[in-house]
């Protein structure tokens, strides 16, 4: 599944002038945490989240660090600290370095990005105009929306045998030297050693993709030193 696939839209946007109480009025209104800003050909220019609404001059909630430790940072943190305490409008608080996708990009990518980035949602542009937002939620409304697997022609002994091989195969962590599969009546039955319980676990959750599996029937020993007898 790709962006395209998942993602809110139309897009709740603000303009750079907007003031930052009309941010904070949006936010709860709408019930969202974030808010893409947005020139007036649709051009993404930032996003202002909630975090960039905590440490605000009137609520007498701006950062402050010890005097030692603000001498010792950069200036241009300094600066961006101010501004989002006491900035007036979206333009001066919103987080200008925003990360995005297309809407072609993959799910598994966009995945990857909110986790190593540590952020929650991502825009979606399309030839620099924004188009839509995925978020964390989106990703599980397409893993609900996928279901479960649709219903194959049943597959031989032989066949599933065989793809559980290539399956293990593909997998690095796998030592097939020490697994043997045998299947019967769609039903898998491994043997061998696995070094721990992570592996054991592992093992079973990749074979249990493979089409036309009844079950999988461990037998499976804890201990490489399992299968190294005489």
Known sequence: ????????????????????????????????????????????????????????AETRTERRRPRWLEMLLDSSIRAADFAKAHGATAGDVMTRDV??????????????????????RVPVVDNGVLVGIVSRANLLHGLVARGPAAERPPASDNEIRRNI???LAAERWVDQNRINVVVNNGVAHLWGAVPSDDGRRA????????????????????????????
């Open 1 to 56: 599944m790709k962006a395209r696939d998942v993602m809110t839209a139309p897009v709740v946007t603000v303009a750079p002038e907007t003031s930052v109480s009309e941010l904070a009025r949006l936010l709860i209104e709408r019930r969202i945490s974030a808010v893409p800003v947005v020139d007036r050909a649709g051009k993404i220019l930032g996003i202002v989240s909630e975090g960039d609404l905590l440490r605000r």
């Open 99 to 120: 990360i995005a996708v297309s809407p072609a990009t993959d799910l598994a990518e966009i995945a990857d990005l909110l986790e190593r980035s540590r952020i929650k």
């Open 165 to 167: 091989v290539e399956v």
């Open 203 to 230: 093992l079973k959750i990749a074979v249990r993709n493979v089409p036309g599996l009844v079950r999988v029937d461990d037998h499976l020993s804890p201990h490489w030193f399992a299968n190294e007898s005489g």
